[in-house]
């Protein structure tokens, strides 16, 4: 039996309790991962939902004990900093991995379905033919991926969030809870489609767009 690997989560909030859950369910259905504890950025930003107990340090922590983790997993739910986090430590710690991990109830095209590195994929989740998920993206509870969806790096799509075929997330994009994306529609890099939205229609990079159809976010409704 090969050995369990050592994972380390970025973070200690909520979101990364719940991937650390994630690495658990995969452990239990095929001994694959050992999760270790989390490390943070900055421990005196430390708040009152974050799992103290648990903290192993921060990124010194790592740089010590390098040597004995061999996964790392970004329990981070905002786009641009999974991205940021993610580039840092893949320079300073290039030989620590990035395995994508998925709950083992989630239904792919296990032949046809590319789930890059540091990708997160959770329970209930189902992506049909020829998805692509680019590297530190992820895919929350009960999301739908149609046939040859593309979801850029960094993206965050949050639960029940409903991706039609076709589909291309750029770099960096996030779409918020029950929003769903119509087939054959892109949306542009670091865009953000909101809570509830069905987009219609392209959405360009930087863009923010709600309801139905969505639309843009008018600058009165911003402020």
């Given at each position: 039996?090969?050995?369990?690997?050592?994972?380390?989560?970025?973070?200690?909030?909520?979101?990364?309790?719940?991937?650390?859950?994630l690495?658990?369910?995969?452990?239990?259905?095929?001994?694959?991962f050992?999760?270790?504890?989390?490390?943070?950025?900055?421990?005196?930003?430390?708040?009152?939902?974050?799992?103290?107990?648990?903290?192993?340090?921060?990124?010194?922590?790592?740089?010590?004990?390098?040597?004995?983790?061999?996964?790392?997993?970004?329990?981070?739910?905002n786009?641009?900093?999974?991205?940021?986090?993610?580039?840092?430590?893949?320079?300073?710690?290039?030989?620590?991995?990035?395995?994508?991990?998925?709950?083992?109830s989630?239904?792919?095209?296990?032949?046809?379905?590319?789930f890059?590195?540091?990708t997160?994929v959770?329970?209930?989740?189902?992506?049909?033919?020829?998805?692509?998920?680019?590297?530190?993206?992820?895919?929350?509870?009960?999301?739908t991926?149609?046939?040859?969806?593309?979801?850029?790096r960094?993206?965050?799509?949050?639960?029940?969030?409903?991706?039609?075929?076709?589909?291309?997330?750029?770099?960096?994009?996030?779409?918020?809870?029950?929003?769903?994306?119509?087939?054959?529609?892109?949306?542009?890099?670091?865009?953000?489609?909101?809570?509830?939205?069905?987009?219609?229609?392209?959405?360009?990079?930087?863009?923010?767009?709600?309801?139905?159809?969505?639309?843009?976010?008018?600058?009165?409704?911003?402020?």
């Amino acid at each position: 039996m090969a050995a369990r690997q050592r994972l380390v989560v970025v973070g200690a909030g909520g979101f990364a309790r719940e991937v650390a859950w994630l690495s658990r369910e995969i452990d239990a259905a095929a001994p694959r991962f050992e999760f270790v504890g989390f490390v943070v950025t900055d421990l005196s930003r430390l708040g009152p939902h974050d799992s103290r107990e648990l903290v192993l340090g921060d990124y010194s922590w790592l740089e010590r004990n390098r040597r004995t983790v061999d996964a790392l997993a970004i329990g981070i739910g905002n786009p641009s900093v999974r991205l940021k986090v993610g580039e840092e430590l893949s320079r300073t710690f290039p030989e620590i991995g990035w395995p994508a991990l998925v709950h083992p109830s989630v239904i792919r095209d296990r032949k046809r379905c590319s789930f890059g590195p540091g990708t997160l994929v959770c329970a209930g989740t189902i992506a049909t033919v020829n998805v692509v998920l680019e590297e530190f993206s992820m895919v929350n509870l009960a999301c739908t991926l149609g046939h040859e969806a593309r979801v850029g790096r960094g993206c965050v799509l949050n639960p029940t969030v409903n991706i039609s075929g076709g589909v291309v997330l750029e770099e960096g994009v996030l779409v918020g809870t029950g929003a769903q994306v119509l087939q054959y529609v892109t949306v542009g890099r670091g865009a953000t489609v909101g809570a509830g939205a069905v987009v219609t229609r392209d959405v360009p990079a930087g863009e923010t767009v709600v309801g139905v159809p969505a639309r843009p976010l008018r600058r009165k409704e911003r402020s």
